[in-house]
């Protein structure tokens, strides 16, 4: 026992040299590595203090060897990107959850969203032998081997807002319902619209389950709840909100009937409300996907007029609840669907919908 | 002189816009001498070394080679004739060594197959450049070391030594003690006595008097794009050269 | 003199003239090594190692880790491979990542048209097609650069953006995902004899086959004359343009081998993951000691440059240190690479 403490104080010991060689090697900014630092050692040293007490999953942890004083859950969630607003809130919500079931969560990313980007992370993670990786996995299939190499390895894997084109490796897949708020953004968009003119949706990029699923199901919903609506098209502004508002530019150009536009993520909205603003219309009306900080500002500068709100820090909570779930011999929930909330000006600081917008931290 | 000349020039032109750089230029050289040009600044002294290395084409008259009538389209056409220029610049790859310096361009590929396939005889190219540089006297202990280095002195001898060692006839030295303090220069102007003992003609370019006194065998004079004069080195004296370049007398040319 | 850094060029002659009269100790072999900047990255990647498999040795210095280390890092090491010659000529190809991207997407819909996507025959077409479109869109930068002459960093910049653009026009901006079998279980995720995987293999092989080209024959010589001062390679009588061209198309090959094996692994053309392969790879390729004024360069030191960047990832999240931190920390040795290179240079260019 002596020995496992020593061994943790030196590695915290180290964690921190490191990260202050890090700190100093980037322009000498001691500061905000030095929380970290310390935050590194409170969750390090409990583990060593509570050794003595024995529970139920000390013998899983013996299958991992040289791991020496695990006694709470190791839970790593991997951001389909690092900085989003959206992720950002999805990490609160689990760690709100990984302090109330008393487990240690981490939070590892890439700071692009490919996956290119994310496996070696992903793998890197695996390495580390957590109990439970919750993933927004970056694509459909190239995800699927490194997550099987992560259930062979006895981790328990939940899918987080995107998924997989075969899911059953994971024990529980939690995201908005995606089509669903596709179509309740064209009920939004159709209703400031007036039922009339023409419809534009600028998404991401093809090929991310989610962002498909919002994209198809405006197009649904505007096909048979607003006939009178026309649908112009998709366009892609692969995340780069200057791409999105070149693309509205040049619609309005070219469609001058163009009298909504629905911005199927974060930067795809900014870049159409700036589109609309540089060609100086206020007839256009923007829904967007997503309550980040700017879209929020953008709600009250009057230049967004609804918001399609996903509860990300639902779905990590329930990442969470469903990991531990798993890890503890609990009943999973396999699909989970979480709500949706519509933010308007109006109706921004009600209790309803003021928890749900995101957050840049925690 | 009855002797054949190595290089003639004849009534060479080449102008650069409205600058008339030569203006029916002449210039020779005989087999296994030094010969000095001199000139003013703009006397035309670099665009007829450029002219005779290959680097530009005359805008009109002729060349001459062992008597016979050349065109120079290029510098590797000029290397053909055994012509080999070490530039003020010295045109070295300060990154690589003596030897890849010496050998750049005319790399010893290994023997047979492995040879085809582009490999370098690395040992033989520095036995080679090592033998050249104590052949020469050149001040040069290492072949391995980068260029960069190396002292002024020691690049020059490398690139005089690479002139010569490529040289069958005739090397073209544009102001090659210009950057060098007084013991080199004494070195490269040795240097340049073995290469033209070894039978290899030079041309040597030099604004010092006293050192085209010392290591030429005949002096040529260029003043504002033509040649005014010719001297036998031993005949003459800095007084009469500078006499020539600056026009204060004008001899008949010879040619 | 003090002490030589010595360049990839000369360290094998070295041995032949000097070792002869006073044959080098040890200690002395050992701090000229140290000299050299590519030693110095090679310490500091050892060190890297040492450390993380200190504080985590259950996790990081296992086989299975360090594998996928290799893994991560192979086709990043393949593009830097063409980026080394192209940095040694003092030339740049910010367009390595688009080129990958463009010729995985021409193989996937080649591979489409054979057998239907499967089988050897639909394999043995995609990597023909792949290596063309790269070697293609490379010639097509050397051919901008050597006779349009426009500056590198334009023309590669301009291709960058460009060939990304008609990837996306022929695919509609959907990742494809024709891949065979036969590909994806043996280069994609096959290992040799259980243990290597194919993908670190192939990379290595390259790795070393162009390492030899770069120290040993000719055309890593004119590469590297050229990069140390190209007038005085014209004026030799190389054909500058030829050999310029030449390297180019390496780097667009090389390209379009990656782009095989990032569809081997990814088992799609994940075109928007390869936005920054370029900077990555030309970080790898200046941390390993080549100078981006070209004329040095050496093999060894990309394969080191490239493993530092991917290491350190592996070993932060290891570790759980906060993302960003590995993003600061390449940045920090990406700096420090260059300074010590500049520090050597300028010792060296004293006389």
């Known amino acids: 026992m002596k020995h496992t403490r020593r061994r943790t104080r030196t590695l915290v010991a180290l964690v921190a040299a490191i990260a202050m060689i890090a700190a100093a090697c980037g322009d000498d900014n001691g500061d905000p590595d030095e929380p970290e630092a310390a935050e590194e050692e409170v969750a390090e040293e409990p583990e060593a203090e509570e050794e003595p007490a024995d529970e139920p999953d000390a013998e899983e942890e013996t299958e991992e060897p040289a791991e020496p004083g695990d006694e709470m859950f190791d839970i790593t969630l991997i951001p389909g990107v690092t900085g989003d607003e959206f992720y950002v809130s999805m990490e609160c919500g689990a760690l709100e959850a990984a302090e109330e079931f008393g487990v240690n969560l981490d939070v590892q990313g890439a700071p692009q969203f490919s996956p290119t980007d994310q496996i070696p992370v992903l793998e890197a993670v695996i390495a580390s032998g957590p109990d439970a990786i919750l993933i927004a996995p970056t694509d459909v299939d190239a995800l699927q081997a490194p997550l099987q190499a992560a259930v062979d390895a006895g981790i328990e894997v939940v899918l987080v807002d995107t998924t997989l084109s075969d899911p059953s490796l994971a024990v529980s897949q939690i995201a908005s319902d995606n089509l669903l708020g596709g179509s309740l953004a064209a009920d939004a968009l159709g209703e400031l619209m007036g039922g009339e003119g023409a419809a534009l949706v600028v998404n991401v990029t093809p090929g991310i389950s989610t962002t498909d699923a919002r994209g198809e199901g405006f197009i649904q919903g505007l096909e048979e709840n607003w006939p009178d609506i026309e649908f112009v098209g998709q366009e892609y502004s692969d995340n780069e909100p200057a791409r999105a508002a070149e693309i509205v530019s040049a619609v309005l150009a070219a469609e001058p009937e163009l009298r909504g536009i629905f911005g199927a993520n974060l930067f795809s909205a900014e870049g159409a409300a700036t589109g609309i603003r540089q060609e100086g219309r206020d007839d256009v009306f923007v829904v967007g996907f997503d309550a980040g900080p700017a879209q929020i500002e953008q709600l009250r500068e009057g230049i967004v007029q609804a918001l399609i709100v996903q509860q990300p820090l639902d779905i990590g909570y329930q990442g969470v609840e469903q990991a531990v779930l798993a890890l503890t011999g609990g009943e999973n929930t396999f699909e989970i669907g979480t709500g949706f909330v519509i933010a308007t000006i109006d109706n921004l600081d009600d209790d309803d919908v003021a928890p749900f917008l995101y957050r840049s931290d925690c | ?255 | 003199m003090t002490q030589i850094p010595e360049t990839d060029l000369d360290t094998n002659g070295a041995t032949d003239a000097e070792g002869a009269q006073a044959p080098p100790s040890a200690l002395k072999w050992l701090t000229d090594r140290l000299a050299d900047s590519t030693a110095f990255i090679f310490v500091a990647l050892l060190a890297m190692i040492l450390v993380f498999t200190v504080l985590r040795p259950d996790a990081f210095a296992t086989v299975n880790n360090l594998r996928n280390i290799a893994i991560a890092a192979s086709i990043l090491l393949v593009l830097s491979i063409g980026q080394t010659f192209v940095i040694g000529t003092a030339g740049i190809d910010i367009s390595v990542g688009s080129m990958l991207v463009f010729s995985g997407v021409v193989a996937s819909l080649a591979m489409a048209e054979v057998g239907g996507g499967q089988g050897w025959a639909s394999v043995g077409v995609g990597v023909a097609v792949s290596l063309l479109a790269g070697g293609f869109w490379g010639m097509v930068n050397g051919l901008l650069v050597t006779k349009v002459k426009l500056p590198p960093l334009i023309v590669t910049l301009g291709t960058f953006g460009g060939v990304l653009g008609l990837a996306k026009v022929l695919t509609g901006g959907i990742n494809l995902r024709t891949v065979p079998n036969e590909l994806v279980n043996t280069l994609g995720i096959g290992r040799a004899f259980g243990v290597v995987p194919w993908l670190v293999i192939l990379a290595l092989v390259l790795t070393a086959i162009f390492g030899v080209v770069l120290r040993y024959t000719r055309f890593g010589r004119y590469t590297l004359a050229i990069g140390s001062n190209e007038e005085a390679a014209r004026r030799v009588g190389i054909d500058v343009d030829l050999h310029l061209l030449k390297v180019y198309t390496l780097s667009g090959l090389l390209a379009g081998v990656a782009g095989i094996m990032n569809l081997a692994r990814f088992t799609n053309t994940t075109i928007q993951g390869h936005d920054t392969d370029n900077l990555q790879s030309i970080a790898a390729v200046v941390i390993g000691g080549t100078s981006l004024f070209g004329g040095i360069a050496t093999m060894f030191g990309t394969l080191v440059g490239v493993f530092i960047p991917t290491t350190l990832q592996n070993g932060f999240v290891i570790l759980r240190i906060q993302p960003f931190w590995q993003e600061v920390a390449v940045g920090a040795v990406l700096i420090l690479a260059v300074y010590v290179d500049q520090l050597k240079r300028r010792a060296r260019n004293r006389l």
């Not at chain 2, 080999?84 to 990154?95: F, I, M, N, R, S």
């Not at chain 2, 010569?164 to 220069?185: C, F, K």
């Open chain 2, 1 to 255: 002189m009855a002797q054949q000349t190595l290089l003639q020039a004849r009534g060479i032109v080449k102008n650069f816009g409205h600058v008339r750089a030569l203006r029916g230029c002449d210039f020779d050289v005989y087999p296994g001498e030094v010969v000095a040009m001199i000139g003013d600044n703009g006397a035309g002294k670099s665009t007829l070394v450029k002219i005779v290395a290959g680097v530009q084409p005359p805008d009109n008259g002729e060349l001459y080679f062992d008597g016979e009538p050349v065109t120079l389209a290029d510098p590797t056409e000029a290397q053909a004739l055994g012509i080999e220029t070490v530039y003020q610049d010295l045109a070295l790859a300060p990154d690589l060594d003596p030897a890849a310096n010496l050998f750049l361009g005319r790399e010893v590929l290994k023997p047979g197959l492995i040879g085809k396939l582009g490999f370098l005889d690395t040992k033989a190219m520095t036995a080679k450049t090592l033998a050249a540089f104590k052949n020469l006297g050149a001040g040069v202990q290492s072949a391995t070391a980068p260029v960069a280095t190396m002292s002024g002195g020691q690049r020059q001898s490398i690139a005089v030594s690479r002139a010569a060692t490529w040289a069958d006839r005739l090397v073209i030295m544009d102001e090659p003690t210009a950057a060098l303090g007084v013991v080199q220069s004494r070195a490269v102007l040795e240097l340049i006595r073995r290469v033209r003992d070894q039978g290899i003609a030079v041309i040597i370019i030099s604004h010092n008097m006293p050192e085209v006194l010392s290591v030429s065998d005949r002096v040529e004079v260029l003043r504002l794009g033509r040649r005014v004069a010719q001297f036998v080195t031993a005949d003459t004296d800095m007084e009469a050269l500078v006499a020539a370049m600056t026009g204060a007398r004008v001899q008949e040319d010879a040619g």
